[in-house]
T-cell receptor
Framework: DQQVKQNSPSLSVQEGRISILNCDYT??????FLWYKKYPAEGPTFLIS?????DKNEDGRFTVFLNKSAKHLSLHIVPSQPGDSAVYFC??????????????FGKGTHLIIQP | ETGVTQSPTHLIKTRGQQVTLRCSSQ?????VSWYQQALGQGPQFIFQ???????GRGNFPPRFSGLQFPNYSSELNVNALELDDSALYLC????????????FGPGTRLTVL
């Protein structure tokens, strides 16, 4: 039973446009959400996070939106750049202060930025 | 570069064998987690070590075990390898109190034949 779902295996966006990656979760115990980016032959790299007490968090070109009632979050990248081409993973955890349950990841979305 | 290293990079084993994978954590990080990433899937939490004790485990059988050493390096051991154990194994280190500053290593690609 997948608790974190990324329903788009891939997404192609033109350079300079907005990229929107979506993620849904089913476990209402999750209260901290993270996005990771992964290049081939490298481990995932942390991008941005959001606590369930917020509905938006921004960091430069990256913004994450959280809709708790819909159990849905999205990552917006504006403007999209060629270096953004990678696999993006949505992850969730119970508590932002660490804890022993690990992160629960979605399957990832492969973002391709077209020149 | 995250400062987390893993060895070996690639490994081929046969079914029934045992394997040990190694991870060297980021300096100052006292918590290490291991994840299994099968092809086309997201990383799946195996277990976590804090101060040399396992303090969290995902849905993995006991033949997956680990160690964390005083210098915060760690090992993942898998006994009685099965074909489905073929995957990328990632370790991640962090300070106990913070979730998002979790640094992943590049992973070890294990193939079980």
């Amino acid at each position: 039973d997948q608790q974190v779902k990324q329903n788009s295996p891939s997404l192609s966006v033109q350079e300079g446009r907005i990229s929107i990656l979506n993620c849904d979760y089913t476990n209402s115990m999750f209260d901290y959400f993270l996005w990771y980016k992964k290049y081939p032959a490298e481990g995932p790299t942390f991008l941005i996070s959001i606590s369930s007490i917020k509905d938006k968090n921004e960091d430069g070109r990256f913004t994450v939106f959280l809709n708790k009632s819909a159990k849905h979050l999205s990552l917006h990248i504006v403007p999209s750049q060629p270096g953004d081409s990678a696999v993006y993973f949505c992850a969730a955890s119970k508590g932002s202060g660490g804890g022993a349950d690990g992160l629960t990841f979605g399957k990832g979305t492969h973002l391709i930025i077209q020149p | 570069e995250t400062g987390v290293t893993q060895s070996p990079t690639h490994l081929i084993k046969t079914r029934g064998q045992q394997v040990t994978l190694r991870c060297s954590s980021q300096s100052g990080h006292n918590t290490v987690s291991w994840y299994q990433q099968a092809l086309g899937q997201g990383p799946q939490f195996i277990f976590q070590y804090y101060r040399e004790e396992e303090n969290g485990r995902g849905n993995f059988p006991p033949r997956f075990s680990g160690l964390q050493f005083p210098n915060y390096s760690s090992e993942l051991n898998v006994n009685a390898l099965e074909l489905d154990d073929s995957a990328l194994y990632l370790c991640a280190s962090r300070r106990w109190t913070v979730t998002d500053t979790q640094y992943f290593g590049p992973g070890t690609r294990l193939t079980v034949l």
